[in-house]
């Protein structure tokens, strides 16, 4: 399991999301969203700070996963922002 890129607050600030009902929810999305995000940016060094485009991507995929919780595909803005770090000669 990874470690969250982002808070819980900064995903329901995204979101817009004022309320604390579905709090359970948007914590696992951004547990999966995190996950998703280091994948695609996996030329990062480890403990090297995250980037603020590879956070922005995890933002992102929360909101379409939260959005469209049955949807299966990655958001394509999500993953072009996390790709940059994408090591590419594996």
Do not use: C
């Amino acid at each position: 399991m990874v470690d969250p890129i982002i808070t819980l607050d900064e995903a329901k600030a995204f979101l817009r999301v004022d309320y604390d009902d579905e709090d359970a929810l948007i914590a696992q999305l951004i547990l999966t969203a995190s996950e998703s995000a280091l994948a695609h940016a996996d030329g990062l060094a480890s403990g090297e700070p995250i980037p603020e485009s590879v956070r922005t991507s995890a933002l992102i995929h929360v909101a379409r996963l939260f959005d469209t919780r049955h949807d299966e595909d990655q958001p394509p803005a999500a993953l072009t922002l996390a790709n940059r770090y994408r090591r590419w000669d594996v």
